[in-house]
């Protein structure tokens, strides 16, 4: 990125884009090794939950997708079976003969009474605004499609862990107001822990009051999995995942990772971090085939919840440069314990042999860049790895002096902000107040041709 660009984009983006008042610098204390950092701890039974009786579709309306973005939609709700909307509609003009249904599918919603009412659109036409109405309530919702092709900027947002308190609204509401073409929420979305339906409900009720753009569009929302949307966290089984895979098995029918195309121009690989399927296994080997289907596209975005390079719990140990080919005679490279172990052993050799562009991660509940990787090195070839999951949680996150693979940190509740400009990537992490808490840009196909 040269520089009077990159000086342009932070103009334009601090004036138009990000509302909200000036905050203290970044905030990074200094925290001393704290074992308990390794364990995760079960949350508390639940009582026995009172449901709302009295929802609306509109109370929990929200878009997804199961294919490409530039030509589908996927309209969802949660509510009662009987009385519910048959049919949905869809016009790109208004039109009477422009109107086109589709019909609603009830499935089960965990272990409650209410269903999930699922209505998909095919055929659609790319980078067009839509209106969408649901049965025959008169009120008219919009939405686009994804563009056809990448040659114009156009921006999306991602984070991670959330809950349903006031900090993930906050959240929820300065990301809307950057009118972003669709939300990729990594991982612990309302923590339901697979056993509050209240809780995945709320976080909907949520989403789908506050995440809709200035000009009234709903947001597509994308997800994958994280420890919280699973009974027990880790290891679980697809029946674990109670309130979430109802929700998303349009995208994740048989396993709870994979893609999502749009166009030729963008692929996101969305993986599971050991919570329903094992990181290494039958995960690992589709991974080495996705990416490698997916290495051309102009973009190439991993998410995956736990993190390969923490900023608040211990990642265990990365090896000295120095000492790997010692390691290796010994038959120890690579050896490390650890939050993201397994990641690293398994899928980040794959991340900078495909030479993905940015993997987004999560749940250590702070904000968190790296410097390009490879090995867990400092390479400027390598991969970036960005989160670290605090939309509506936080934390306070190690320094940089402490893990050399952390480029920047602060503990604030944010998200990042996506530009995809041609070639050009812009990550702008944006602060719950609207501050922005770092910029970083990559140009170019493949970071292996970056200077
Ligand atoms: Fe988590």
Sequence with gaps: MNAPNRRAFLRSSAAALFAGSAASASDTPDVAPDPRRLVEVAPPPRAVEVLPTNLKHQDTLFLTWSQDPTTTITAQWVGAPAGAPTTARVSATNTKDDWVAANVVQKPFGNTVMKVHRAEFTGLKPGTEYLLKIGTDPQVCRFRTMPAKATNTFTWVSGGDCGTGPHAVGTNQIAAKQEPYFALIGGDLGYDNGTSAKTALQFLQNYSKHMIDPKGRLIPMVTCLGNHEVKGGYKGKRADATYYLPLFDGLYKDTTYGALDFGDYLSLVLLDSGHVSPIGGAQTDWLDKALAARVDRQHLIVANHVPAYPSYRAPGTIIPKEVDPVLALMGLKGKALGT????????????????????????????????????????????????????????????????????????????????????????????????????????????????
């Design 340 to 451: 993201g172990e397994e990641n690293r052993k398994y899928w980040c050799p794959l991340f900078e042999r495909y030479a993905v562009d940015a993997v987004l991660e999560h749940h250590d509940h702070t904000f968190k860049r790296t410097h390009p990787l490879k090995g867990g090195h400092v390479d400027k070839y390598g991969v970036p790895y960005l989160g670290d999951g605090s939309w509506g949680q936080l934390r306070a996150p190690n320094a940089p002096e402490k893990l050399a693979y952390l480029a920047k940190v602060a503990k604030a509740y944010h998200m990042t902000v996506h530009k995809l400009e041609g070639d050009t990537r812009y990550h702008v992490a944006v602060e719950e107040n609207g501050r922005i808490a770092d910029v970083y840009a990559s140009t170019g196909k493949r970071p292996s041709k970056r200077g």
